[in-house]
């Protein structure tokens, strides 16, 4: 099992541009999770999907942002008309089941995308 | 909204030396506090949980309600344990983690 796979690892774009950061979850999850840390803080929850379906994006944006994981391929967080202020990087993580009966499955991590805007 | 602080940006300590990484949560019900490791040029990895009471590499930490507190503790640091440390929460029924701004530990010859 190769892990979470991210890519790219490191995309550049200047203002105004989009930005596609894209998530293969482990095999046989079927649960993503993406997070933006900034430099000097912690990773912030963004967004939980699982397959078609938005769950919570609670820490979403409410502009430019937007996110899906298709019934097949990867998860894509997708970034309109990029601002200095999203240079961040991006982790997604994968887990195989959401929750039942209050317990927690082990997220996994990607190795991130770190997104430049110029 | 839970919070979690983590106080020290960077420690270091000698070889052999305890260690102990703080941190202090805020929330209202009943949390799920984990401790999640980085290490240099690896991805982000679950290190230990509270409910399972586990110890890991040597790493314990108790949930102190009290306290408001999950403290990461190790009595003798090796080399190897030098990297970054989360301590994340996961707040009652919910699905995503708040993690702290990290540690980054560094353990001396």
């Known amino acids: 099992n190769a892990g979470v796979m991210q890519n790219p690892r490191h995309l550049v774009r200047r203002r105004g541009q989009e930005a596609r950061l894209r998530c293969s979850p482990m095999?046989?999850?079927?649960?993503v999770y993406w997070y933006r840390q900034l430099p000097e803080e912690g990773l912030k929850f963004m967004v939980y999907l699982q397959k078609e379906n938005i769950i919570d994006e609670s820490g979403m944006p409410k502009e430019r942002f937007s996110a899906e994981f298709p019934k097949e391929g990867p998860s894509i967080l997708r970034i309109q008309q990029v601002v200095r202020g999203d240079s961040a990087a991006y982790f997604c993580a994968s887990s195989p089941l959401g929750l039942a009966g209050g317990s927690y499955n082990e997220q996994f991590f990607g190795p991130g995308t770190r997104l430049t805007v110029l | 909204a839970q919070r979690v602080t983590q106080p020290e940006k960077l420690l270091s300590v000698f070889k052999g030396a305890p260690v102990e990484l703080k941190c202090n949560y805020s929330?209202?019900?009943?949390?799920?506090l984990f401790w999640y490791v980085q290490y240099s040029r690896q991805r982000l990895q679950l290190l230990l949980r509270?409910?399972s009471r586990e110890s890991i590499k040597g790493f314990t930490a108790d949930l102190n309600k009290g306290e408001t507190s999950f403290h990461l503790k190790k009595p003798f640091a090796q080399e190897e344990d030098s990297a970054m440390y989360y301590c994340a929460l996961r707040p009652g029924s919910a699905r995503q983690l708040t993690f702290g701004s990290g540690t980054q530990l560094t353990v001396l010859p």
């Open positions: 929330y209202s019900g009943s949390p799920e």
């Open positions: 095999k046989g999850h079927s649960h």
């Open positions: 509270h409910i």
